[in-house]
């Protein structure tokens, strides 16, 4: 079973930020792409942003300029910085890594505990 670590979420006001961390394991950070999800309650779990290993980053269009993915390789960690942040943005986030295809998916056979992030006044 793969061991990812999410952490760093909160309770932010409307227009606060956050930066999210997970760390995978090495095996799986090196080679694969990476991706941010996350589920609001009700929800299915969405993908929204994710990296390649070289660097290339894809985002949902709802966030597109307020969020950044990146990734340190040394450290196999995986951020995502979220600013401007809105209560639609209320979640729990995720992060996986795989193949392309299975990372637009999401189809995944295990996750993460993930971390809850709030955005409410």
């Known amino acids: 079973q793969v061991q990812l670590v999410e952490s760093g979420g909160g309770l932010v006001q409307p227009g606060g930020s956050l930066r999210l961390s997970c760390v995978a394991p090495?095996?799986?950070?090196?080679?694969?792409?990476m991706g941010w999800y996350r589920q609001a309650p009700g929800k299915q779990r969405e993908l929204v942003a994710h990296?390649?290993?070289?660097?290339?980053?894809n985002y949902k269009d709802s966030v597109k300029g307020r969020f950044t993915i990146s990734r340190d390789n040394a450290k196999n960690t995986l951020y995502l910085q979220m600013n401007s942040l809105r209560p639609e943005d209320t979640a729990v986030y995720y992060c996986?890594?795989?193949?392309?295809?299975?990372?637009?998916?999401?189809?995944?056979?295990?996750w993460g505990q993930g971390t809850q992030v709030t955005v409410s006044s």
């Open positions: 090495q095996n799986i950070f090196r080679i694969y792409v």
């Open positions: 990296i390649t290993t070289g660097g290339n980053t």
């Open positions: 996986n890594g795989g193949r392309l295809i299975t990372v637009l998916s999401g189809d995944f056979d295990s």
